[in-house]
């Protein structure tokens, strides 16, 4: 019930969004836009990891790792959230790289709290 959920609230997004792709890498190439184009981390991840991290990283839906105890470096978050991980959902055609790297900072920030 979880995944249909997860992928008809995924589905929506992406035919909502469905031509802001080919935008998104134009403006990442050029140099990275405005301040007001900076993907919100928080955002994202109150939209597609919750489900699974829970809105605090500990809650552990299906096996889901705690982020709060998460010891992965910046570019290894960024890596298991783009190609996914064992039970974990690859976000590689699901978010811009941009919006993967926004959301692999905001998941550091539930360690400290
Ligand atoms: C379908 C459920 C699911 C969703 C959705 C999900 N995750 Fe995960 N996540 C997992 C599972 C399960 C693991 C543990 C994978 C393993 O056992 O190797 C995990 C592991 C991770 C890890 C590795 C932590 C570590 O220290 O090893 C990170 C980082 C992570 N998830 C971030 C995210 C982010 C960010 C999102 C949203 C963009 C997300 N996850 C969405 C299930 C999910």
Request: hydrophobic fraction near 40%; proline fraction near 2%; glycine fraction near 14%.
């Amino acid at each position: 019930m979880k995944q249909w959920f997860l992928f008809l609230a995924l589905a929506g997004f992406i035919l909502a969004c469905g031509n802001s792709g080919a935008e998104g890498r134009l403006a990442a190439s050029a140099g990275g836009g405005t301040s007001a184009d900076k993907p919100d981390g928080e955002k994202i991840y109150k939209q597609y990891c919750v489900t699974c991290h829970g809105l605090y990283g500990d809650m552990g839906g299906g096996g889901a790792f705690n982020l709060r105890e998460s010891q992965l470096g910046l570019e290894e978050r960024v890596a298991v959230i783009t190609r996914g991980r064992n039970a974990m959902t690859p976000f590689e055609s699901l978010l811009k790289k941009k919006e993967i790297r926004a959301v692999a900072e905001y998941i550091a920030t539930l360690r400290e709290k």
